[in-house]
C-alpha cells in the first residue's frame, strides 16, 4: 500500500495549482470582480460559486462536449448542464428548433398546437399516461410531493440520507445519530423541516421498513443512484423492495393511495452514469438501476430546457 503524501506537500501543490488558475484566466477573474457589484455571491444562480475555483470561470461558448471560457481556454465539460445539455451543447438541430419557436412566440400562455402530438410520443415513450411540464426539479418535485399529500392523505416525505432534490424544504434534511434534522444552511424555511420528513440511510432496508411502518410517509422521494453525496449505486433489490414490498400500492377508483408511493427523481441519472463509468460493473450496475427504476405512479426527470413530471392514476 502507498502512503499518502504529506498534507504540507499536497498544500504546496494546491496552491500552486491555485496560482496558475488566476494567473491563465486574467478576464475571467475580471468579470467575477465585475459581478460581485450586483450578483449575491457574485453569480446569477447561487451554486454557480460552489465550485473549488479562486473563482467561478466565465464562458464564452460551449458546443458538444466541448467549453471554451472567455480566456480562450477550452475544457472537455462532463456535466453537461447537469443533463439539460445531455445531447451536447447547441447540437443544431435542437438550436434550430429552438430558433424556429423564439421567431413564433415565446411566451403565449396557451398550449403549442404540437402539445398533443408531444403528450402522445410521451405517453409512448414512457408508459405514464399523464404529464405535466415545469421549469426546473424543485418545482417538479415540489408538485409531486403536493400530489403524493393529495392522494394519500398522509403528510410526510421519506428520504434518503445526503438527497439533493433541489430547494424543496421538507426534503432538506439530515440524519444525525439516528434523529432527522433540518438539514445546516437550509435558512428562512417556512416551518422546520424536519417535521415533515423521516430520513433514512439509502439501502438500510431495516431503516426504511420501520420509518414506512408509522403510517405517515405520502411519498419516498429517491434518486435512481444516489448521484450527490458522491455515487452511491443501489444494492441489489433495494430499489425492488421499494416498489414491491413497501411503497406504491394501486390507488382506488376514487384515486385514494393507501401505501405511499415512490417519486423518482432523475434528475441527475446522465451526470450520475458519467460519474460511474470509470468501472464496467459500475457502469452494468446503473445501467440495471435505470432500466428497474420503481417508475410507481409518479416520476420526474429533467428534459432539455426544463423538467417534466408525470402522474399515473
Ligand atoms: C437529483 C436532483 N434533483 C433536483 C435538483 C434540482 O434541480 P433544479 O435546479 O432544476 O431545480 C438537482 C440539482 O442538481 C438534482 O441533482
Redesign the pocket.
Known sequence: MTSAPPASSLSRLIERERQQFIELRPRSRALAARSRAHWLSGVP?H?MADWGTPFPLSFAAAEGTTLRDVDGIEYVDFCLG?T?ALFGHSPPTIAGAIAGQAARGLACMLPDERVAAVGEALAARFGLPFWQVT???????RAVLRFARAMTGRSKVLVFHG?????VDETMVRLRGGRTIAREGAIGAPFDNASAARVVEFNDFDALQSALSFGDVAAVIT?PVM??VGMVLPASGFLAALRRRWASGPCDSRRVCEKSLIHV????MS?GSARVSSSASGRRRATAARRKLPCGPITST?CISG?SIAACW
Open positions: 444562480m451554486w447537469d439539460g421549469q426546473t426539479a424543485t418545482e417538479a418535485n438527497c439533493y432534490h433541489g430547494t434518486e448521484t450527490n427523481d432523475s434528475t441527475g451526470r429533467r423538467c
